[in-house]
């Protein structure tokens, strides 16, 4: 099982920007020498629910003090970039930390965002599908061309040239029915979010694996989930660190979001986000509503870590985990002790699990 940390870049700290952008990145260079798999950086613009703007650019930084870790924006956002700009810098990465770069790509949902770059929300899906296979085909074979509704681009050749490229390092943020099949089609990888009770993912999650199948004449790839995780010996600051900082995040996430907006109710391709819209309004706002988010995230002593752990895999089947240790203004001193315990404690008993035949 491959274990990595997701570096979220969430603010709260009342650390000068500079510092804190210092502090969260070095998390990537002290998870190698815990023994993490991968280090994955989001890509959000503008405020401090997330301020990583060119993860591309950051994991260039983690490249130079790192050897073995696996590095992975999760994700590059496809409407806010434009396709020969992504091929460019991935290939340029590529070369420098030796072909361990893999290439996460999402599509995005904030309303915020994608106002400041002019681009509608309501249009990501048709850009994304199409940027993501000039992308691809630019990586595979070292030439961007494209003539399509969104995005035109003349034969041109890309230096350095990519090499070793197929779409087996490539992932997909996949929070929909239509992200799942598109992952499918395109034979890609799949991330998804901790966002509630996962038996409700399962109906997409098993069309992806069904589709993949069908499409490809193979089984679908484990598919990669991202955890906010609180992970502590002692079951009292468990508790006390999730009240405060998971609530602290969970609030940033939904005012990011805009959960409580009806907006996503007009875009059936964000589904998944009017369904935690209408989880929040239920239980009385997003302040309420952090609960069963929890439920759906790996938070616990490191014996409940794991046997959630096994409680989920023996729901959704064999799954690789990149972990948020870092959010809602947590202290990084135990931002550290946490990752520690969790790559001690925990770490090797997922390592050690026999794959679930698919």
Not at 88 to 103: I, N, P, Q, T
Not at 216 to 221: D, F, G, Q, S, V
Not at 312 to 321: F, L, P, T
Request: with cysteine; charged share 25%.
């Amino acid at each position: 099982m491959q274990v990595g940390i997701h570096l979220g870049y969430q603010n709260l700290h009342g650390l000068p920007d500079y510092e804190f952008f210092r502090r969260e990145t070095r998390l990537a260079v002290e998870a190698e020498a815990m023994g993490f798999d991968f280090a994955a950086l989001v890509e959000h613009h503008f405020t401090d629910y997330a301020a990583c703007p060119d993860p591309l650019q950051a994991l260039s930084w983690i490249a130079a003090k790192t050897k073995t870790i696996k590095l992975m924006p999760a994700a590059v956002i496809l409407p806010w970039n434009d396709p020969l700009r992504v091929v460019e810098k991935v290939a340029m990465l590529d070369a420098l930390c030796e072909g361990r770069l893999y290439l996460g790509m999402g599509r995005g949902a904030a309303r915020r965002e994608f106002e400041k770059f002019g681009v509608e929300l309501a249009d990501s899906r048709e850009m994304f599908d199409e940027a993501a296979l000039i992308i691809m085909n630019g990586l595979e074979t070292g030439i961007v061309e494209a003539d399509g509704k969104w995005y035109r681009q003349s034969r041109t050749e890309i230096r350095p040239r990519p090499e070793g490229w197929n779409r087996d390092r490539c992932v997909m943020v996949s929070m929909s029915p239509g992200s799942c099949e598109v992952a499918a089609d395109y034979g890609l990888k799949a991330l998804r979010f901790s966002q509630g009770d996962w038996s409700k993912a399962m109906p997409e999650i098993n069309a992806y694996r069904d589709t993949f199948r069908l499409k490809h004449a193979k089984a679908a790839p484990p598919f990669i989930i991202s955890d906010f995780m609180v992970c502590f010996e002692d079951r009292a600051k468990v508790t006390e660190y999730t009240d405060k900082y998971f609530a602290a995040q969970f609030l940033q996430v939904a005012n990011h979001y805009e959960f409580m907006s009806p907006h996503f109710k007009e875009l059936p391709s964000y589904a998944t986000y009017a369904y935690m819209g209408d989880m929040a309004a239920a239980r009385g706002g997003p302040d309420k509503a952090y609960k069963d988010y929890v439920g759906g995230n790996l938070i616990g002593t490191p014996e409940e870590l794991y046997d959630k752990h096994l409680e989920r895999k023996a729901m959704v089947g064999d799954y690789e985990i990149i972990a948020n240790f870092s959010f809602g203004g947590m202290p990084y001193e135990d931002v550290y002790e946490q990752m520690k315990v969790f790559a001690d404690r925990v770490m090797p008993l997922l390592k050690a699990e026999e794959p679930v035949l698919a």
